[in-house]
C-alpha cells in the first residue's frame, strides 16, 4: 500500500454516461495529480494540484474536468468519453514538485 | 527518457543473476530521478530515486547510476528473483516544475 487510494478499481461506461473518478491520500502531501496510462506509451501527465490550486493542464479535453476539494482529495469528472479515452488513469502525491511521487492503484477505465 | 514507443523492449534474465536496465532521458536541466516498477494490475512503484548531485545511490538489492554527460541512467537488480518480473521505467523531474516526464518502460522477466 502506498497511502494513495483510488476508487473504482474498474469502470465500463457509455459514451453518454457520466462518472467521477475519486482518489484520495493519506501521506499529507501537498500536490497530487491526474495521469491517463495507454498500452506501450508513457504516462501523460493530465493535471496537477498543488494545495488545492490548479498548476498544470496539459491540453486536456474538456470532457475531463478535475476538482480538488482539499489537499487529500482528487475528483476527476467524465463526461461523453471518447472509446480512446479507455485507459488505466493513475492518481499520484507528492510532498511537493520535484519530489517523490506515490502512485495509486490506477482505475482502469473502459468506454463503449 | 521521452520516447512514445510502439514496442516495449524486454530483458529477460535467469534468477539469481544481476539485472541492468537503462534509460536515456532528454532534458539536461533535469535534476532529479526517479526508477519506478509496475506489476501488471496495479500502480507503479517507487523503488529508488537520485538527484544530480549524486552519480550512484544504493538501496537494498538496487542501484541506481547517473551519467549527466550522456544524460543517461541505469537501474541494477543485484541477485534478480521471480517477484522482480514488472515492467520498469525511469521519470525525470527538475526543481520549480510538477512536471515529470516518464519513459515508455522495459519489461524483466525473470527465468526460473
Known amino acids: 500500500e502506498t497511502g494513495v487510494t483510488q476508487t473504482p478499481r474498474h469502470l465500463v461506461m457509455g459514451m453518454t454516461n457520466k462518472k467521477s473518478l475519486k482518489c484520495e491520500q493519506h501521506?499529507?502531501?501537498?500536490?497530487m495529480y491526474w495521469y491517463k496510462q495507454s498500452a506501450k506509451k508513457p504516462l501523460e501527465l493530465m493535471f496537477v494540484?498543488?494545495?488545492?490550486?490548479?498548476?498544470e493542464n496539459n491540453s486536456v479535453p474538456s470532457r475531463f474536468s478535475p476538482e480538488c476539494p482539499n489537499s487529500s482529495h482528487l475528483f476527476l469528472h467524465l463526461h461523453t468519453l471518447q472509446p480512446e479515452d479507455s485507459a488505466l488513469y493513475l492518481c499520484a502525491s507528492s510532498p511537493a514538485g520535484a519530489d517523490t511521487q506515490y502512485f495509486g492503484p490506477g482505475t482502469r477505465l473502459t468506454v463503449l | 527518457g521521452e520516447s512514445v514507443g510502439l514496442h516495449l523492449p524486454t530483458l529477460s534474465v535467469q534468477e539469481g543473476d544481476n539485472s541492468i536496465i537503462n534509460c536515456a532521458y532528454s532534458?539536461?536541466?533535469?535534476?532529479?530521478f526517479i526508477w519506478y516498477k509496475q506489476e501488471s494490475g496495479k500502480g507503479p512503484q517507487f523503488i529508488i530515486d537520485?538527484?544530480?548531485?549524486?552519480d550512484k545511490r544504493q538501496g537494498q538489492r538496487v542501484t541506481v547510476l547517473l551519467n549527466k554527460t550522456v544524460k543517461h541512467l541505469s537501474l541494477q537488480i543485484a541477485a534478480t528473483q521471480p517477484g522482480d518480473s514488472a515492467v520498469y521505467f525511469c521519470a525525470e523531474t527538475h526543481s520549480g516544475t510538477y512536471k515529470y516526464i516518464f519513459g515508455t518502460g522495459t519489461r524483466l522477466k525473470v527465468l526460473a
Open positions: 494540484y498543488s494545495l488545492e490550486e490548479r498548476v
Open positions: 537520485i538527484r544530480s548531485n549524486m
Open positions: 532534458n539536461s536541466a533535469s535534476d532529479y
Open positions: 501521506l499529507g502531501h501537498n500536490a
